[in-house]
């Protein structure tokens, strides 16, 4: 086979939500791209992340619902219903993955499948099958390679007991006892997900709550929820040994929480814990670029420290998010065009999408406090709201904290039905510095879970319509 | 917009002098809904030079103001409406050189509310701002960054000092219009002063000799005001160079000689002009002198009387001022300051002897006049007060 050289304005290494953006933001500047990929169109997003799990959790929340209901009850069919949603997951994501290429091949974006690797800091050799097949030359590369799990003694992922999120989305048999090791985001999503299909789950989390990320508050509306549906959640907790051998189609785990030993029983562990940026075969070093702390180091302009490289996405660290990784392609893009653009990550928002969903942007009161002294918070229960109440979605509250002096928005934090597509009213305000006072002056229609927005932004001053004063 | 009628009548900025292009409303002196008569006050008027109570041209009911206090009019463009009870007007659009004009801005500022909210609080003119945002939206760091630029120029600045108490009192109308051109006139101009003493007893002789006479023809005291007036135009017709003015990067030498007269009033001073004043009997000037300080107490004086100065004395000798420089009144080259005649030893003749004596001043334009040309006019003028028959040649 030919070695031919070929010479591009950009080179993307990832075709996932960092690289693909990136590489049609450059295409529609102007510039030639290429994007190289090992795995699957789309990387972890389209193909192991945000489409197929939303999927699956979606399905999840239908059969919870049915299985409230009180009109099916049985094993089988919880099996059966659990296939159907593995079969409509596959066709979502047929569906985004054939979509991409399509908007790739419109950008007339040359997609390279293979595997990169630095010859130097602007030379990329395509490797297929070791060999290295083609070479492609550019003064501007964009690493966008994603992330991966991270192993981690004394639990290594050897996918027949330990499990990672890609082998749930195969699955094919539900067990009946499930730890999930991991309580933040995606920890709950899966535990979520599988207590809907009646599967015994222990989630355990090392920090002295789960989604320690998000507002404390949500932390213990979360756990009080999942305790209610029966998910056993063990927060200060280690595992500090696994015991593989089977019995009774069982492995054991020994956990270690508040001082306290116990063995424990498992059809399945999913670890669903740290991650690290995925350089595997990039020969980084050959382009000067080295990891810190598992990730590739970049400046607010998505700048790495060798001239003309830049990096974004999961591979930069700083959270695991698709929209993270657009943001941070975008910045990277305009910093290529020669515009001076910085990252602001105050503004990204943080989405859980179990159910009820929880979602956040900005500081959590906690922080807020720490930085301002005093805040104001305005806070109401969905319980409250009138479209909650008429769909029986009563769990969780809207809680908006702003700075005193001019009511500044520093953080939103909902917990309760469509908290994933509300928090953009407060990613809207953050960003273009609309104040809770501003909010007061909206019109909400009724009946809305928004309203709950409303009402909390009116609470702030003592406003509330629809809530008994405490 | 604004409502015009036919029948309606239509105030609008009057040009009260040749060189007046735009007016300053100080002050409405009526409210919407007044009845006003025809030739009542209606408003005061600041222009360049002075302010002016201006009379309503019509009698009804000053039914809109179109132009409120504090805003710059250019003239002839309409400020109010008068009609009749009931009387209705159509709606015009407003001309646009007014919309250009006005202080208030009237273009929308694409502000976000937490950069307003701080831009009030820290007093930022949120107008002078250019906006960082999304097509120049103006956000907080925008005016953020100008708080800082007045925290800089703060630093800079000398220490606070504790807010004195006391009354304050608005600087506005006359006292405006002086501190505006005597702040103008004291920066930009290089003024230089030369000072001698003339004895001034043949002066007072020919007073005291023509006294009676006019007094009896005209009924008018006659002054030392009017004289030194008489006196300075002989003069300057002889020092054309005082008798001018910078005109771009050219010295015009006026032909007329036009002098202003220095007038206290109780909220500032006026300087109406003696026009051809080098052409006026003794007689005229002083009647044409009666008449403007007259009018000027009562303030009304109209844009012609205050205007066209070629020259300014200021006499301070009845308020008991020996010697004084004065401030140039643009755009003149020269003013003199006349001080109080007091008797005085004097070597005169080669004996000592007590003479009535008056320190004369002359303030000059550095750019246009020179100490010795100065010096000239300044000797001219007591040669011309010592030996007052020489104004007969």
Same mark, same amino acid.
Request: glycine share 8%; with cysteine.
């Given at each position: 086979m030919g070695r031919k050289l070929e010479n591009f304005d950009l080179i993307i290494i990832g075709s996932g939500p960092g690289g693909y953006l990136s590489a049609i933001l450059a295409a529609q500047?102007?510039?030639?791209?290429?994007?190289?990929?090992?795995?699957?169109?789309?990387?972890?997003? *389209?193909?192991?992340?945000?489409?197929?799990?939303?999927? *699956?959790?979606?399905?999840?929340?239908?059969?919870? #619902?049915?299985?409230?209901?009180?009109?099916?009850?049985?094993?089988?069919?919880?099996?059966?219903?659990f296939k159907k949603?593995?079969?409509?997951?596959?066709?979502?994501?047929?569906?985004?993955?054939?979509?991409?290429?399509?908007?790739?091949?419109?950008?007339?974006?040359?997609?390279?499948?293979? @595997?990169?690797?630095?010859?130097?800091?602007?030379?990329?050799?395509?490797? !297929?099958?070791?060999?290295?097949?083609?070479?492609?030359?550019?003064?501007?590369?964009?690493?966008a390679s994603g992330a991966v799990p991270k192993e981690a003694e004394p639990l290594k992922r050897e996918g027949k007991w330990v499990i990672g999120?890609?082998?749930?989305?195969?699955?094919?048999?539900?067990? !009946?006892?499930?730890?999930?090791?991991?309580?933040?985001?995606?920890?709950?999503?899966?535990?979520?997900?599988?207590?809907?299909?009646?599967?015994?789950?222990?989630?355990?989390?090392?920090?002295?709550?789960?989604?320690?990320?998000?507002?404390?508050?949500?932390?213990?509306?979360?756990? %009080?929820l999942l305790t209610k549906r029966n998910v056993k959640v063990l927060t200060e907790a280690e595992i500090i040994s696994a015991d593989l051998t089977e019995k009774d189609k069982s492995v054991c785990l020994m956990v270690l929480q508040k001082g306290k030993k116990e063995r424990?029983?498992?059809?399945?562990? =999913?670890?669903?814990?740290?991650?690290?940026?995925?350089?595997?075969?990039?020969?980084?070093?050959?382009?000067?670029?080295?990891?810190?702390?598992?990730?590739?180091?970049?400046?607010?302009?998505?700048?790495? $420290?060798?001239?003309?490289?830049? #990096?974004?996405?999961?591979?930069?660290?700083? %959270?695991?998010? #698709?929209?993270? #990784?657009?943001?941070?392609?975008?910045?990277?893009?305009?910093?290529?065009?020669?515009?001076?653009?910085?990252?602001?990550?105050?503004?990204?928002?943080n989405c859980l999408y179990a159910y009820p969903e929880a979602a956040s942007i900005g500081l959590t009161e906690e922080e807020a406090i720490k930085e301002y002294g005093e805040v104001n918070i305005g806070k109401f229960p969905f319980m409250a709201c009138g479209r909650s109440i008429a769909t029986g979605n009563q769990e969780g509250m809207v809680k908006i904290i702003s700075e005193k002096r001019y009511g500044e928005v520093l953080g939103v934090h909902i917990f309760g039905p469509s908290a994933t597509e509300l928090i953009h009213l407060g990613a809207m305000a953050m960003r273009h510095e609309i104040g809770v006072e501003e909010m007061k002056e909206m019109i909400f229609a009724h009946p809305t879970y928004s309203e709950a927005l409303f009402e909390a932004a009116l609470d702030t001053y003592g406003e509330a319509i629809h809530m008994m004063k405490g | 917009m604004i409502r015009r009628s036919h029948m309606a009548t239509t105030v609008i900025m009057p040009k009260l002098g040749l060189t007046m292009t735009e007016g300053t409303i100080e002050r409405w002196l009526k409210k919407e809904g007044d009845r006003v008569e025809k030739g009542e006050p209606l408003l005061e008027i600041i222009t360049e030079k002075i302010n002016f109570q201006y009379e309503s041209p019509a009698s009804g009911i000053l039914r809109k103001i179109l132009h409120h206090e504090g805003e710059v009019v250019p003239v002839t463009v309409p400020i109010a409406i008068i $009609?009749?009870?009931?009387?209705?007007?159509?709606?015009?659009?407003?001309?646009?050189?007014?919309?250009?004009?006005?202080? @208030?801005? !009237?273009?929308?500022?694409?502000?976000?509310? =937490?950069?307003?909210k701080i831009a009030r609080e820290k007093g930022i003119d949120l107008s002078s701002l250019k906006g960082s945002g999304p097509r120049g939206r103006i956000v907080r760091a925008d005016v953020l960054k100008a708080t800082e630029r007045v925290i800089v120029q703060e630093v800079v600045s000398p220490p606070p000092t504790p807010m004195p108490t006391g009354k304050l009192i608005p600087l506005k109308g006359i006292r405006k219009i002086i501190a505006k051109r005597m702040t103008e006139s004291f920066q930009n101009i290089p003024h230089f002063y030369l000072s001698l003493e003339a004895d001034m007893s043949a002066v007072q002789d020919l007073r005291e000799g023509l006294r009676e006479e006019i007094e009896k023809r005209s009924n008018i005291r006659l002054t030392m005001t009017d004289l030194l007036v008489k006196v300075t135009a002989s003069a300057l017709k002889a020092n054309p160079i005082i008798n001018s003015r910078i @005109?771009?990067?050219?010295?015009?030498?006026?032909?007329?000689?036009?002098?202003?007269?220095?007038?206290?009033?109780?909220?500032?001073?006026?300087?109406?002009?003696?026009?051809?004043?080098?052409?006026?009997?003794?007689?005229?000037?002083?009647?044409?002198?009666?008449?403007?300080?007259?009018?000027?107490? @009562?303030?009304?004086?109209?844009?012609?009387?205050? /205007? /066209?100065?070629?020259?300014?004395?200021?006499?301070?000798?009845?308020?008991?001022?020996?010697?004084?420089?004065?401030?140039?009144?643009?755009?003149?080259? !020269?003013?003199?300051?006349?001080g109080r005649t007091v008797e005085k030893p004097v070597v005169y003749r080669g004996e000592v002897k007590i003479r009535p004596m008056a320190w004369l001043s002359l303030s000059s334009d550095h750019r246009i006049v020179d100490g010795a040309t100065a010096a000239l006019f300044l000797n001219h003028l007591k040669k011309l007060l010592e030996n007052p028959t020489l104004l007969l040649i």
């Amino acid at each position: 086979m030919g070695r031919k050289l070929e010479n591009f304005d950009l080179i993307i290494i990832g075709s996932g939500p960092g690289g693909y953006l990136s590489a049609i933001l450059a295409a529609q500047k102007g510039l030639s791209v290429a994007v190289i990929e090992k795995g699957d169109l789309g990387g972890t997003c *389209l193909n192991r992340g945000c489409i197929p799990t939303k999927a *699956l959790l979606h399905e999840a929340s239908l059969w919870d #619902a049915f299985d409230k209901s009180g009109l099916i009850r049985n094993e089988e069919e919880a099996t059966s219903y659990f296939k159907k949603a593995l079969e409509k997951k596959n066709n979502a994501v047929n569906q985004v993955v054939s979509g991409l290429r399509n908007l790739l091949s419109r950008d007339r974006i040359t997609v390279i499948q293979g @595997e990169a690797s630095f010859i130097n800091s602007r030379t990329i050799g395509v490797k !297929s099958d070791a060999k290295v097949v083609e070479k492609l030359e550019s003064d501007r590369i964009l690493i966008a390679s994603g992330a991966v799990p991270k192993e981690a003694e004394p639990l290594k992922r050897e996918g027949k007991w330990v499990i990672g999120s890609d082998e749930v989305l195969n699955m094919t048999e539900l067990p !009946s006892t499930l730890a999930i090791i991991g309580g933040g985001r995606r920890g709950l999503e899966f535990a979520n997900f599988f207590n809907a299909f009646g599967v015994n789950v222990t989630l355990v989390e090392r920090e002295n709550r789960i989604l320690p990320k998000m507002d404390r508050e949500i932390s213990i509306r979360c756990k %009080g929820l999942l305790t209610k549906r029966n998910v056993k959640v063990l927060t200060e907790a280690e595992i500090i040994s696994a015991d593989l051998t089977e019995k009774d189609k069982s492995v054991c785990l020994m956990v270690l929480q508040k001082g306290k030993k116990e063995r424990l029983e498992f059809q399945k562990i =999913l670890v669903v814990g740290e991650r690290r940026g995925n350089i595997d075969g990039l020969e980084i070093e050959k382009a000067s670029l080295s990891l810190k702390d598992g990730f590739i180091s970049v400046d607010l302009h998505m700048k790495t $420290a060798t001239p003309g490289i830049y #990096a974004a996405g999961d591979v930069v660290g700083k %959270g695991f998010y #698709a929209h993270k #990784a657009f943001y941070e392609g975008k910045i990277a893009v305009e910093n290529i065009l020669g515009k001076e653009s910085q990252v602001d990550y105050r503004m990204i928002p943080n989405c859980l999408y179990a159910y009820p969903e929880a979602a956040s942007i900005g500081l959590t009161e906690e922080e807020a406090i720490k930085e301002y002294g005093e805040v104001n918070i305005g806070k109401f229960p969905f319980m409250a709201c009138g479209r909650s109440i008429a769909t029986g979605n009563q769990e969780g509250m809207v809680k908006i904290i702003s700075e005193k002096r001019y009511g500044e928005v520093l953080g939103v934090h909902i917990f309760g039905p469509s908290a994933t597509e509300l928090i953009h009213l407060g990613a809207m305000a953050m960003r273009h510095e609309i104040g809770v006072e501003e909010m007061k002056e909206m019109i909400f229609a009724h009946p809305t879970y928004s309203e709950a927005l409303f009402e909390a932004a009116l609470d702030t001053y003592g406003e509330a319509i629809h809530m008994m004063k405490g | 917009m604004i409502r015009r009628s036919h029948m309606a009548t239509t105030v609008i900025m009057p040009k009260l002098g040749l060189t007046m292009t735009e007016g300053t409303i100080e002050r409405w002196l009526k409210k919407e809904g007044d009845r006003v008569e025809k030739g009542e006050p209606l408003l005061e008027i600041i222009t360049e030079k002075i302010n002016f109570q201006y009379e309503s041209p019509a009698s009804g009911i000053l039914r809109k103001i179109l132009h409120h206090e504090g805003e710059v009019v250019p003239v002839t463009v309409p400020i109010a409406i008068i $009609a009749e009870e009931g009387e209705v007007w159509v709606e015009v659009p407003m001309p646009a050189a007014v919309q250009r004009e006005s202080k @208030e801005p !009237s273009e929308r500022i694409f502000v976000s509310p =937490l950069a307003r909210k701080i831009a009030r609080e820290k007093g930022i003119d949120l107008s002078s701002l250019k906006g960082s945002g999304p097509r120049g939206r103006i956000v907080r760091a925008d005016v953020l960054k100008a708080t800082e630029r007045v925290i800089v120029q703060e630093v800079v600045s000398p220490p606070p000092t504790p807010m004195p108490t006391g009354k304050l009192i608005p600087l506005k109308g006359i006292r405006k219009i002086i501190a505006k051109r005597m702040t103008e006139s004291f920066q930009n101009i290089p003024h230089f002063y030369l000072s001698l003493e003339a004895d001034m007893s043949a002066v007072q002789d020919l007073r005291e000799g023509l006294r009676e006479e006019i007094e009896k023809r005209s009924n008018i005291r006659l002054t030392m005001t009017d004289l030194l007036v008489k006196v300075t135009a002989s003069a300057l017709k002889a020092n054309p160079i005082i008798n001018s003015r910078i @005109e771009g990067d050219q010295i015009r030498l006026i032909e007329e000689i036009n002098i202003g007269v220095a007038i206290a009033l109780e909220d500032g001073l006026i300087v109406p002009v003696v026009h051809h004043a080098d052409k006026k009997s003794l007689t005229e000037i002083a009647t044409t002198l009666r008449d403007l300080t007259q009018r000027a107490r @009562e303030g009304k004086l109209s844009l012609e009387d205050v /205007g /066209g100065g070629t020259f300014t004395l200021s006499n301070m000798g009845m308020l008991g001022i020996d010697k004084f420089n004065p401030i140039i009144n643009p755009p003149e080259c !020269s003013i003199l300051g006349v001080g109080r005649t007091v008797e005085k030893p004097v070597v005169y003749r080669g004996e000592v002897k007590i003479r009535p004596m008056a320190w004369l001043s002359l303030s000059s334009d550095h750019r246009i006049v020179d100490g010795a040309t100065a010096a000239l006019f300044l000797n001219h003028l007591k040669k011309l007060l010592e030996n007052p028959t020489l104004l007969l040649i």
